[in-house]
Nanobody, 114 residues
Framework: QVQLVESGGGSVQPGGSLRLSCTASGFTFFKYNMRWYRQAPGKEREFVASITNLGKSTNYADSVKGRFTISRDNAKNTVYLQMNSLKPEDTAVYYC???????WGQGTQVTVSS
C-alpha cells in the first residue's frame, strides 16, 4: 500500500540544524511532486516546502526561505528537508505529503529549545 515514513526529527538548540527524511513506498515515486508541512501545538497545519517530481523546481514558505532546503533522491524514493538556523518557532510535527493528495506520513517531532 501507499506509505510515507518520516524520520530525522529530534531536539536541537536554536541555531542548530536537522535533516528530515521521508521515504515512500507503494507507488512510483518519481512521478509525484512532494511537499513538507508542519503543525505546531494549537495551530493549523501549514505548508513548508514543495519539490516537483524530478526536483527541478522548489517552493518555500516565507518563514523558512533561506534556512530550509527541500531535495529528493528518486533512486531512494526519499524526499529530504534540510533545516538550518533553526528557531524556537520552528518547533512542530513535520509531515510529508504526496502532492496535494490526502496522503500523509505519520509525522516527526522537531523541538527547538535552549
Amino acid at each position: 500500500q501507499v506509505q510515507l515514513v518520516e524520520s530525522g526529527g529530534g531536539s536541537v538548540q536554536p541555531g542548530g540544524s536537522l535533516r528530515l527524511s521521508c521515504t515512500a513506498s507503494g507507488f512510483t515515486f518519481f512521478k509525484y511532486n512532494m511537499r513538507w508541512y508542519r503543525q505546531a501545538p494549537g495551530k493549523e497545519r501549514e505548508f513548508v516546502a514543495s519539490i516537483t517530481n524530478l526536483g527541478k523546481s522548489t517552493n518555500y514558505a516565507d518563514s523558512v526561505k533561506g534556512r530550509f532546503t527541500i531535495s529528493r533522491d528518486n533512486a531512494k524514493n526519499t524526499v529530504y528537508l534540510q533545516m538550518n538556523s533553526l528557531k524556537p518557532e520552528d518547533t512542530a510535527v513535520y509531515y510529508c505529503r504526496r502532492g496535494i493528495e490526502d496522503i500523509w506520513g505519520q509525522g516527526t517531532q522537531v523541538t527547538v529549545s535552549s
